[in-house]
């Protein structure tokens, strides 16, 4: 299975600032990777797809990149409503393994 | 709208059996496959496995290999899954997800069931 691993596990962040989490998988999986956002008791939404695309009606503040193993998210000026965890899934292959998730605070 | 809408919160014994139900509605059903994702308390995602709502063919993970049955009912556009021979490690909420083909993301989501695994 294709490992999956994200830092930080959490951070904390004022309101405008620009977030960064990494993402790694433990073999080369191309562009084979999706960004997702959940927050509490709320089922996990489809930000970034191909490392790169957003998807559509996700705000531009978001963006992906990356290719092979390492893989970056941003979130170019916080706003309040992006608290939340953010993980990473790759689709290089199955089983479809997912990253164990950044809990994103606000300062 | 499209949506996934999933059967409630089920509380079972260890050695029982549990199946979740996951209605579509706003779309083609048989255009996606549905996958199911489980995440423990305190833990991150688990992929149990898929099945296109095309044909039936389904893909399980090894963990949940012979314990697992995902079908689907295309008169009412809903998908099963059906995990047996329960444990306390089952404890989790479970959760369905339509697949969007080519880059395997899982754009659409069910609201989650709860399933408790309790002596």
């Known amino acids: 299975d294709i490992q999956m691993t994200q830092s930080p596990s959490s951070l904390s962040a004022s309101v405008g600032d620009r977030v960064t989490i990494t993402c790694q998988a433990s073999q080369d999986i191309s562009n084979y990777l999706n960004w997702y956002q959940e927050k509490p008791g709320k089922a996990p939404k489809l930000l970034i797809y191909d490392a790169s695309n957003l998807e559509r009606g996700v705000p531009s503040r978001f963006s992906g990149s990356g290719y092979g193993t390492d893989f970056t998210f941003t979130i170019s000026s916080l706003q309040p409503e992006d608290i939340a965890t953010y993980f990473c899934?790759?689709?290089?292959?199955?089983?479809?393994?997912f990253g164990p998730g950044t809990k994103v605070g606000i300062k | 709208q499209v949506q996934l809408v999933q059967s409630g919160a089920e509380v079972k014994k260890p050695g029982a059996s549990v199946k979740v139900s996951c209605k579509a509605s706003?779309?083609?059903?048989?255009?996606?496959?549905i996958t199911w994702v489980r995440q423990a308390p305190g833990q991150g995602l688990e992929w149990m496995g898929w099945i296109s709502a095309n044909n039936g063919n389904t893909d399980y993970g090894q963990k949940f290999q012979g314990r697992v049955t995902m079908t689907t009912d295309t008169s009412t556009t809903t998908a099963y899954m059906e995990l047996r021979s329960l444990t306390f490690d089952d404890t989790a909420v479970y959760y369905c997800?339509?697949?969007?083909?080519?880059?395997?993301?899982?754009?659409?989501w069910g609201q989650g069931t709860t399933v408790t695994v309790s002596s």
């Open positions: 706003g779309y083609t059903f048989t255009s996606n496959g």
């Open positions: 899934q790759q689709y290089e292959d199955l089983p479809l393994t």
């Open positions: 997800a339509r697949i969007r083909a080519a880059i395997w993301g899982l754009d659409v």
